[in-house]
């Protein structure tokens, strides 16, 4: 019979198998004052629900760290503490930057009022912040709110997030994006709002006027963001929110225009499972390489051998919390390259076999070292990077066909070349030289 502490340990250990996120279930939550989480409760006892383990702390408190002995502590941490100013010393923008290259992810909500060192974080992600105290303003829909409390529409063709999810609540700063291609949009600004210093209409004519000049434009319209997310290339993923009343109670429960339930909850539950790895998250489980008609690898290819390249990929199903054969990628390439890509191919999904993705292609007529690559980025999935070393070499001495047909012509001339010196030497050899015969028959009768 297992005894007491032994079925703890199973307990335990099964828990820790069935991680709800990819990477854990462990949370630090950093509000302004601990009190505040009741502003909150819908959002975190979601998380709570769907087994992540949260700690909270304020800013300046020492304990828990989030780096400690150079290792991170926590899977995730949550920075909902936009109004302060002052921080404890383990809690710096070098730290967070050193969390994300640990693997550990970041959900961060910007300050609207005044400078912290958030505001000095967020252009290391390439977000470009307006000055302080600009919030969002819009005047569009009529509403009997403050003009910088906006309704929001997620946009239904992002993969991050529920399709048809109606519009959130949103009152906060917006931000403009970098160049960064690891930049991931998930809420944009809606057409008609802008960025202003107040949130009376006096503003309104001189962002317009801005608009038309080419200047601070850049503060108008839909291309301003919202809420956006950033993958590193380690994996990691950082969210940034213009506003901490997105994750709000009241907000949650807020009625839109229309008279219906906002999508708040639903929205905000979409982007944590995105930040915390919870959804679209993919792995390259291994790959495999061998010649057509054998099924081990090779330590070296010839030139103009036929090779098959196969790669295992899973995604995470945070439903059952179990890597699973996914078959959905239909765009990715396969290269085969030494310096540069000498074969770029698809890499399509096998038919009848969940999760396996195969091509075959002949190696090209240059020896070297190559390598297989896969580098597959498309924005919110998790970057797929895999490079396989493998030399490719000429035919040994043995390997090479005995004969070309294309030299057929050579072979013949140097043939007939061949039996004609035999003949001629035989003729010349064999041949009956008389008058040297009569010379010596006269030498000899006179002697």
């Known amino acids: 019979m297992f005894s007491r502490w032994t079925l703890v340990t199973l307990l335990g250990l099964a828990l820790s198998g069935a991680a709800k996120s990819s990477t854990g279930d462990s949370v630090l939550v950093v509000l302004d004052s601990i009190s505040d989480k009741d502003n909150f409760s819908q959002f975190f006892n979601g998380l709570t629900d769907k087994g992540y383990d949260l700690t909270f702390r304020s800013p300046k408190d020492a304990k828990p760290t989030i780096i400690e002995d150079d290792v991170a502590q926590f899977s995730h941490v949550v920075l909902f503490s936009p109004d302060s100013k002052n921080y404890a010393q383990d809690i710096t923008p070098q730290s967070l930057v050193t969390l994300l290259e640990k693997g550990s992810n970041l959900l961060v909500a910007l300050p609207s009022k005044k400078q912290t060192i958030i505001t000095s974080l967020a252009p290391e992600f390439s977000l470009i912040l307006p000055p302080p105290g600009t ?246 999935w998790t970057h797929l990077q895999s490079s396989t070393v493998v030399p490719v070499v000429p035919p040994r001495h043995d390997g090479y066909p005995r004969f070309l047909s294309a030299a057929w012509p050579y072979y013949i001339g140097a043939i007939s070349t061949s039996i004609g010196f035999v003949l001629f030497s035989t003729l010349w050899l064999a041949g009956d030289d008389r008058e040297a015969n009569k010379k010596f028959a006269k030498t000899t009768k006179t002697e």
């Open 135 to 380: 919030p969002l303003v819009s005047h569009f829909p009529e509403r009997d709110t403050p003009v910088t409390v906006v309704p929001v529409t997620p946009p239904s063709s992002n993969p991050i997030l529920t399709p048809n999810t109606p519009p959130v609540w949103f009152s906060g700063v917006p931000f403009a994006y970098g160049n960064n291609p690891l930049l991931v949009p998930i809420l944009n600004a809606p057409a008609e709002s802008f960025a202003a210093d107040s949130g009376s209409d006096s503003g309104a004519d001189a962002v317009v006027e801005a608009a038309d000049k080419g200047g601070e434009g850049l503060w108008a319209g839909s291309q301003m963001g919202l809420v956006a997310g950033f993958q590193a290339l380690g994996g990691a993923r950082a969210t940034w929110v213009g506003g901490v009343e997105l994750f709000s109670d009241e907000y949650a429960q807020k009625e839109l225009p229309q008279g219906v339930k906002p999508g708040n909850t639903q929205f905000t539950s979409d982007v944590a499972a995105w930040t915390f790895q919870e959804s679209l998250a993919l792995r390259i489980d291994n790959v495999t390489h061998h010649l057509v008609g054998e099924t081990g690898p090779r330590e070296t290819y010839t030139i103009n051998d036929n090779v098959v390249f196969t790669a295992h990929i899973s995604k995470y199903n945070s439903g059952k919390s179990a890597w699973e054969p996914y078959s959905g990628i239909t765009d990715m390439q396969l290269e085969f390259t030494m310096l540069d890509p000498h074969i770029r191919t698809s890499l399509p999904p096998a038919t009848g076999n969940p999760g396996e993705y195969s091509v075959t292609f002949r190696v090209p007529d240059r020896h070297g070292v190559f390598k297989f690559i896969i580098d597959y980025k498309r924005k919110g």
